[in-house]
C-alpha cells in the first residue's frame, strides 16, 4: 500500500487521454475522485492544459467552465513555457508536493532533478472491473540523441509563429548544378550520336570487300597483269559476272565477254561454266580481281576519246559567240526605224 501524501498536483490533461485519443472530463473527475477516496486528507490541486477546454466534447464544456469558475481545475496563462506540463511542475516544485501523472517530463530532467526522488511522481491507470489503480514511478530518462512524442509536440509549441517565406531572387544552388548537369549529359549524348553517326557514314561510304586480305594479297603476288587463268561463274552482277578462281574472287565484265557486247549476262555464260580469262587489272578499295575473256583483253585498255581542255574551250566560245550574235540579231529588229516610202511625183498632164 502507498504511503499518504500530503499534497499531490495532478496533471489532468495526462489522466483524462489515458487510454484514448481525445480528452475526457468523465475520466478525469473518476480519477480524482478515486484518488482522493484511496488517499483521504491529501490536497490535491488539478491542472489541465490551456487548450483542454477545445478538446474535450461539447455536452462537457459547460460542467468545464463551472469546474475552472470554482477553482476545481488550474490553467495556465497564456503563452506559458512549457504548456501545461511545465505549470504543473512549478506548482509542485514550489509546495514540494507529488505529482500524479504518467508522463516522465524528459525535457524537465534537468531542471527538476527532484522527480527522481522516491515518492514524488505516481502513476494511475484505469483496469476493467477494478477501478483506477495508482502506484509509485520513476520517469523514464531521455535517451541521448532521441526525442519523445511527448518532447517534440512541446517543443513545437514553443516555436515562433509561422511567417510567410520570402521569394527568391535566384535559383538554389541544387537547382543550377542539377540544370548543369543535365546539360552535360545531353551534350555527351549528342557528341557520342555524332561519333556513332560518323562510324556508320564511313562504313556505307567504304565499298564491300570482294575478297579477304589475305588471299588477295596472295593472288596479286602470285598473279601479275596478263595472266592467264581459268575460272567458274558464281553469280551474276549488274554488268558483268563474278567469277571463283580457287580463295578468290574476280569480276568479268560485259563488255570484255565478246565481241560484240551482249545484252544480258545471264544469256551469254551459265552458273557455273567454265572460262579461260585473263588477268587485266586490280581494284585493292574493293579486294577485286579485274578479269577479261582470253583474246578481249586489249578492250581493257581502250578508253573513250576524252576532249581536250582547248578543244571544250573553242567549243564553248564559238556556242557563246553564236549565241551573242543571234541576241544582237533581235536587239536590232526591235530597235529598227521604219523606213520611209520615197512619194512620186504626178505626171502633169
Known sequence: MIKSFSHVVVDGSNLATEGRTEPSLKQLNDAVLAFMKEFPGTKVTVVVDATFGHRID????????????????????????????????????KVKASVLSNDSYQEFHDQYKWLFDEGRLIGGKPVPNVGWVFIRRLPVRKLVGRESAATLR???????PMRPMPVPKSPPP?????????????????????????????????????????????????????????GAVHSYASHGVYVKIGEVSGYLSMRLMANPIPRSAREHVKLGAVLSLVVVGYTPSRRSVELAVFGMESLATQKA???????????TKTHTSRGQQAKKAKRRSRHRKPVAKKSVPSKKR
Not at 64 to 93: M, Y
Not at 305 to 313: A, L
Open 58 to 93: 461539447r455536452r462537457e464544456r459547460v460542467e468545464f467552465d463551472e469546474a475552472i469558475n470554482n477553482n476545481e481545475l488550474v490553467a495556465p496563462p497564456a503563452g506559458a513555457v512549457g504548456r501545461g506540463d511545465g505549470f504543473v511542475l512549478t506548482i509542485a516544485d
Open 154 to 160: 512541446r517543443a513545437k509549441s514553443t516555436r515562433s
Open 174 to 230: 541544387k537547382a543550377s548544378v542539377s540544370k548543369l548537369n543535365t546539360q552535360k549529359v545531353i551534350a555527351q549524348k549528342v557528341v557520342a550520336q555524332k561519333v556513332i553517326t560518323q562510324k556508320v557514314v564511313a562504313q556505307k561510304s567504304q565499298p564491300p570487300k570482294l575478297n579477304e586480305l589475305t588471299p588477295f594479297l596472295n593472288f596479286v603476288e602470285k598473279n601479275p597483269i596478263g595472266t592467264k587463268v581459268k
Open 305 to 315: 576519246p576524252v576532249k581536250t581542255h582547248t578543244q571544250r574551250s573553242a567549243q
